[in-house]
């Protein structure tokens, strides 16, 4: 398969099966939250609630949110500073990935080491949302794993050869 040319020049690699499954995923999650929303917004306008409706699109938003951060990171397409990025060449922008992919990687080992700490110390609350009772653990499980992914893939930068 040919890789496709994107607007600035550079070339776009076809996506990896976990890169597939990861943008599926997200999507489909993304379409559960909304088509409940909208579902919910239709109900109290016809005067049939559709409760619960809060609870199920916050735990698709994450679903959908764990999968997105996961897949930029991986892509390596994060939001950057063009007016400094574009200026520099070799050393300096170099030194200036480096430091992104480590300070990234230790902001990201601090969010997983919040995250993990909440969740043991929440491990024996049976803690569920009130309507639906949808249980927290699974949730919290997902956006660890997120958390971890992504600073895998921060942690696998730092490790990298450097590229120009």
Not at 55 to 62: D, K, P, W, Y
Not at 120 to 127: F, N
Request: aromatic content about 10%; hydrophobic content about 50%.
């Amino acid at each position: 398969m040919k890789n496709s040319t994107q607007k600035d020049g550079s070339e776009r690699k076809p996506l990896r099966l976990g890169e597939k499954c990861l943008f599926y995923l997200g999507a489909v999650a993304l379409l559960f939250a909304m088509a409940t929303d909208t579902l919910a917004v239709l109900g109290r306008h016809i005067g049939v609630p559709l409760w619960g409706s809060i609870e199920l699109v916050q735990a698709g938003i994450l679903i959908a949110s764990s999968t997105a951060m996961l897949s930029a990171t991986l892509a390596k397409k994060h939001a950057k500073v063009r007016i400094l990025v574009n200026r520099l060449h070799g050393g300096p922008l170099l030194w200036l990935q480096w430091a992104q992919a480590l300070f990234s990687a230790v902001f990201f080992l601090a969010l997983l080491v919040g995250s993990f700490w909440i969740f043991l110390d929440m491990r024996g609350a049976y803690e569920e949302s009130e309507l639906l009772h949808i249980p927290y653990t699974p949730l919290r499980i997902i956006c660890i794993l997120s958390i971890f992914g992504v600073m895998l893939s921060f942690v696998r930068r730092l490790t990298e050869s450097p590229k120009q």
